[in-house]
């Protein structure tokens, strides 16, 4: 049988064709360690799950794997028993934390790191791979249910009717997410079987999620976050649907970096809004207590994409709700003893100086060995000359011994080390996430000063109804516009107006409600008040309940994003019931 991946016998040549730009397929580098017999990675079982998707490599512990690590971006090399995956896009060489080291202390974590180095080639392909033509001229059509997931969500397996099993692949399901984010066990599922290779293909499920159907403007909705910078984020509301969000969007702080708040596949909770007829994403005015929009199904009859809490990455596990000063050394100390996960996201530091000369000295040394050896054979005869040569080349052996302890010490000190970054890591996601939900939290303090001091939002709202009117109208003004009597709030009014957390929001819409009351809004041009008319037509009739009330709107804000508009009804008697706080795009009365 032909082998089905390459022995590098060359370092510096593997690294220098990792780095060139071109490669159409990303690349796995498998590390094995001569004297570590029983966690060695299993590159026979990854060559053939991934098949022609990557290249794969098998790089033997010593001499070369220095060479390639020298050779690599610091932090990017492979060592011991344990393997990488290097992308084709060669984005790694700036970010080494794309190409995640996955590392084997045992038996069962180099089974663990086998499985994660196929999820991590899978997640780069983004175009599924021709297939072979099946042997049978016509596909059959067949029904079954998903009884399990395997490798990482790359593979389904699936119950036929007949009672034989089959399994879908990730990589052949356009597009290629997860297959336990668009499946659930015991889902039914239609496809046409290859008899060959009993795979499945359901491509005929794919669905085509449109955005006008899924969302409104103003809807809390979920993304993934694909990719993350200093500045920006690119969400993804769906495969094909990402938009990029600045800075401005995603803190009202200037100072703060956006991959402070967030990390690279994680899903998040965004508003959907419309600017222009553009649509927009925003982090600012985000509640996490609120209803959010549930993501589309990619397939027919399947699951939402998303979900909240579920992420690409690796995120901390706890439950538990940042800080906690004793769940975080807890966690760490778990971190160092668990030396043998396979998902250390951060990489261990390049091998030192003193360890690469120790490393260069045994080498010398074994050379030298090598040389006293055939000393020792070309002077048989010499008698006392030999016992000298063997008494030397003894001694060299214990020194080689020693230093081979000290070399070895030196890389278990190193992999300890990258076991306890992998636990700062798991805190430093826990504060991001804290971080996001203490900034929300103190943007609402800040707007909603008598949050929490009334029985019912109803007497809130004429609290600060008031108050308003008394900040807005001059004292020499109060008794010729003095505050009705009678006016009306409906019973949607109050949460659309305090749902807003952004600094002065309320206090605008507060001023605008005041001047609505009083009857200065007509008055005033800035408020452009108009008939809300059922549609955008000119001449379309306006919006009349059938009480005889009519629908107004007027604006509380101007050339802003997402500029709120206050829509209210005017009684055949003149009372004015207050309906709803809008953004721009909205016309729900």
Same mark, same amino acid.
């Not at 060669?90 to 974590?109: G, I, P, Q, T």
């Given at each position: 049988m032909e082998q089905a991946f390459l022995v590098?016998?060359?370092?510096?040549?593997?690294?220098?064709?990792?780095?060139?730009?071109?490669?159409?397929?990303?690349?796995?580098?498998?590390?094995?360690?001569?004297?570590?017999?029983?966690?060695?990675?299993?590159?026979?079982?990854?060559?053939?799950?991934?098949?022609?998707?990557?290249?794969?490599?098998?790089?033997?512990?010593?001499?070369?794997?220095?060479?390639?690590?020298?050779?690599?971006?610091a932090g990017a090399e492979v060592f011991g028993n344990a393997?990488?995956?290097?992308?084709?896009?060669?984005?790694?060489?700036?970010?080494?934390?794309?190409?995640?080291?996955?590392?084997?202390?045992?038996?069962?974590?180099?089974?663990?790191?086998?499985?994660?180095?196929?999820?991590?080639?899978?997640?780069?392909?983004?175009?599924?791979?021709?297939?072979?033509?099946?042997? +049978?001229?016509?596909?059959?059509?067949? +029904?079954?249910?998903?009884?399990?997931?395997? =490798?990482?969500? =790359?593979?389904?397996?699936?119950?036929?009717?007949?009672?034989?099993?089959?399994?879908?692949?990730?990589?052949?399901?356009?597009?290629?997410?997860?297959?336990?984010?668009?499946?659930?066990?015991?889902?039914?599922?239609?496809?046409?079987?290859?008899?060959?290779?009993?795979?499945?293909?359901?491509?005929?499920?794919?669905?085509?999620?449109?955005?006008?159907?899924?969302?409104?403007?103003?809807d809390l909705v979920l993304a993934l976050a694909e990719q993350v910078c200093a500045n920006s984020a690119k969400l993804t509301l769906y495969p094909g649907s990402s938009w990029s969000v600045e800075q401005a969007r995603i803190s009202s702080n200037p100072l703060d970096a956006v991959d402070s708040l967030m990390t690279e596949g994680e899903v998040v909770v965004a508003r959907f809004l419309h600017e222009n007829g553009a649509v927009v994403l925003s982090l600012l005015d985000v509640d996490e207590d609120a209803d959010v929009a549930p993501a589309p199904a990619l397939l027919t009859g399947g699951t939402p994409w998303l979900r909240a809490g579920r992420h690409l990455t690796e995120q901390p596990a706890s439950g538990r709700t940042f800080p906690a000063a004793d769940a975080r050394?807890?966690?760490?100390?778990?971190?160092?003893?668990?030396?043998?996960?396979?998902?250390?996201?951060?990489?261990?530091?390049?091998?030192?100086?003193?360890?690469?000369?120790?490393?260069? +000295?045994l080498e010398a040394e074994r050379r030298k060995v090598a040389a006293l050896q055939e000393l020792v054979a070309a002077a048989s005869q010499a008698g006392a000359e030999l016992v000298s040569l063997q008494r030397a080349q003894d001694d060299l052996r214990l020194e080689h011994q020693a230093e081979q302890q000290i070399a070895e010490g030196t890389r278990v000190a190193m992999e300890a080390s990258a076991a306890r970054l992998a636990g700062v890591q798991a805190e430093l996601l826990d504060l991001k996430a804290y971080k996001r939900r203490t900034q929300a939290a103190l943007k609402r303090s800040l707007v909603t000063g008598s949050d929490g001091l009334f029985a019912t939002d109803d007497e809130r709202l004429r609290h600060d109804v008031y108050l308003a009117w008394v900040r807005n109208v001059t004292a020499s003004d109060k008794t010729r516009h003095a505050l009705p009597l009678e006016w009306k709030a409906g019973p949607e009014f109050a949460s659309s107006l305090y749902r807003f957390t952004e600094p002065g929001v309320v206090a605008k819409a507060l001023k605008a409600t005041v001047e609505v009351l009083i009857g200065a809004a007509d008055r005033n041009p800035a408020r452009e008040v108009h008939a809300l008319r059922a549609a955008s037509g000119g001449d379309t009739a306006q919006l009349v309940r059938a009480d005889?009330?009519?629908?107004?709107?007027?604006?509380?804000?101007?050339?802003?994003?997402?500029?709120?508009?206050?829509?209210?009804?005017?009684?055949?008697?003149?009372?004015?019931?207050?309906?709803?706080?809008?953004?721009?795009?909205?016309?729900?009365p």
């Amino acid at each position: 049988m032909e082998q089905a991946f390459l022995v590098v016998d060359s370092g510096r040549d593997l690294a220098h064709r990792l780095m060139a730009a071109g490669r159409t397929k990303p690349a796995a580098v498998i590390s094995w360690h001569p004297g570590q017999r029983d966690n060695r990675i299993d590159v026979d079982y990854i060559a053939r799950e991934v098949g022609d998707l990557a290249e794969v490599f098998l790089l033997e512990n010593g001499p070369e794997s220095y060479a390639f690590g020298d050779c690599l971006p610091a932090g990017a090399e492979v060592f011991g028993n344990a393997a990488r995956v290097y992308a084709e896009d060669l984005r790694w060489m700036k970010d080494v934390h794309r190409s995640r080291l996955r590392m084997a202390r045992d038996r069962n974590a180099a089974d663990r790191a086998a499985e994660d180095i196929i999820d991590d080639v899978l997640s780069l392909v983004t175009v599924a791979p021709a297939k072979a033509a099946p042997v +049978q001229t016509e596909p059959r059509r067949v +029904q079954g249910t998903v009884k399990a997931f395997a =490798s990482a969500g =790359s593979r389904a397996i699936i119950e036929l009717g007949d009672g034989s099993c089959c399994t879908i692949q990730r990589e052949h399901v356009v597009p290629p997410v997860r297959l336990d984010w668009m499946l659930d066990i015991g889902q039914s599922v239609e496809g046409d079987l290859n008899e060959e290779d009993k795979t499945l293909d359901i491509n005929g499920l794919k669905t085509s999620p449109r955005l006008a159907a899924l969302y409104r403007p103003g809807d809390l909705v979920l993304a993934l976050a694909e990719q993350v910078c200093a500045n920006s984020a690119k969400l993804t509301l769906y495969p094909g649907s990402s938009w990029s969000v600045e800075q401005a969007r995603i803190s009202s702080n200037p100072l703060d970096a956006v991959d402070s708040l967030m990390t690279e596949g994680e899903v998040v909770v965004a508003r959907f809004l419309h600017e222009n007829g553009a649509v927009v994403l925003s982090l600012l005015d985000v509640d996490e207590d609120a209803d959010v929009a549930p993501a589309p199904a990619l397939l027919t009859g399947g699951t939402p994409w998303l979900r909240a809490g579920r992420h690409l990455t690796e995120q901390p596990a706890s439950g538990r709700t940042f800080p906690a000063a004793d769940a975080r050394a807890a966690g760490t100390r778990a971190a160092a003893a668990d030396q043998d996960s396979s998902t250390i996201t951060l990489l261990a530091p390049k091998p030192s100086a003193a360890l690469m000369a120790t490393q260069l +000295q045994l080498e010398a040394e074994r050379r030298k060995v090598a040389a006293l050896q055939e000393l020792v054979a070309a002077a048989s005869q010499a008698g006392a000359e030999l016992v000298s040569l063997q008494r030397a080349q003894d001694d060299l052996r214990l020194e080689h011994q020693a230093e081979q302890q000290i070399a070895e010490g030196t890389r278990v000190a190193m992999e300890a080390s990258a076991a306890r970054l992998a636990g700062v890591q798991a805190e430093l996601l826990d504060l991001k996430a804290y971080k996001r939900r203490t900034q929300a939290a103190l943007k609402r303090s800040l707007v909603t000063g008598s949050d929490g001091l009334f029985a019912t939002d109803d007497e809130r709202l004429r609290h600060d109804v008031y108050l308003a009117w008394v900040r807005n109208v001059t004292a020499s003004d109060k008794t010729r516009h003095a505050l009705p009597l009678e006016w009306k709030a409906g019973p949607e009014f109050a949460s659309s107006l305090y749902r807003f957390t952004e600094p002065g929001v309320v206090a605008k819409a507060l001023k605008a409600t005041v001047e609505v009351l009083i009857g200065a809004a007509d008055r005033n041009p800035a408020r452009e008040v108009h008939a809300l008319r059922a549609a955008s037509g000119g001449d379309t009739a306006q919006l009349v309940r059938a009480d005889g009330a009519r629908c107004f709107r007027a604006a509380v804000e101007q050339k802003v994003a997402a500029a709120r508009r206050l829509h209210y009804w005017k009684l055949p008697n003149g009372t004015v019931e207050l309906s709803r706080v809008v953004v721009h795009d909205d016309f729900k009365p």
